[in-house]
């Protein structure tokens, strides 16, 4: 032991130890080197604490193995596979990763002022008075809402799933291409027009709407569907390009009858401008 102690107290190494102390977190440097033997005495004196330096440290029982509680609370980091690659594929709207996390940090706007956002594969349009609006990065699984718009205009050039009207007074809108249907309600004097193809429109709680069919589009004309609503009426295209266009009314009268043990229901035919309107 003796000439292990020489030859340390010989050589010419500097050792830096690094510990944390158990009283306050301190760090203690211990250096040894040629030039005296009061470094190794403080080696000796730490050596010579012997269980006193665990004494601060916790005992791991068999029961903390077994259940884990020993193992450093820090949560695991995702692996680069689970992360979503930038431009991945899109979702059910028609978005991609980036688009989504974009969307869920936008804040919401203030529902009572005027206001256009995207949310969840929806366009809100909110509280437009006297304007017209494009919808221009529509995208085919998307829908669009407009609530509370007044005397304004709306276009939709592009393809998409559904519209939805609610609340609106004197709006105007155009569509080209609707995979859904169109849904008016809580509305007064809406004005559609269909340039291709819609399959349904449905009026509820709604007076005074008009459905405008292109050429193309009376080829196949919607479904309506109407429920607690007045005066709705389709206008088709003449038959030659001088014609005038015809407009059919919406019966809002029946008559019920009880035959064989069946409701039977029968529209009464309406007289508008002196001329009866085919039903």
Sequence with gaps: MASLVQRLEAATVQIESYAASLHGGEKKKIVISSSGSSGMAEVHAELNKGEAITKGLRHVTPELKESGAAAPAAAAAPSASAAPAAGGPASESGESAEDDAAEQKAPVPDPSGESIYHRKGTWFC????????????????????????????????????????????????????????????????????????????????????????????????????????????????????KDPNVYLTIPEQFVHKVKGGKIVSEALQKKQEGKDCEM
């Design 126 to 241: 909110q509280n437009y008075v006297k304007k017209q609006h494009t919808f221009a990065d529509i995208k085919q699984k998307q829908n669009v809402y407009i609530l509370g718009a007044k005397e304004s205009t709306f276009s939709i050039p592009d393809k998409l799933k559904a519209v939805q009207i609610d609340g609106a007074n004197n709006v105007a809108l155009n569509v080209v291409n609707v995979v859904s249907r169109i849904e008016i309600f809580n509305s007064k004097k809406v004005k559609i027009y269909i340039d291709e193809s819609c399959p349904g429109v449905s009026v509820d709680k709604s007076h005074g709407v008009e459905i405008h069919l292109s050429a193309k589009a009376a080829e196949n004309p919607p479904d309506i569907t109407a429920t607690t609503a007045t005066e709705i009426n389709i206008i088709l295209p003449g038959k030659g390009p």
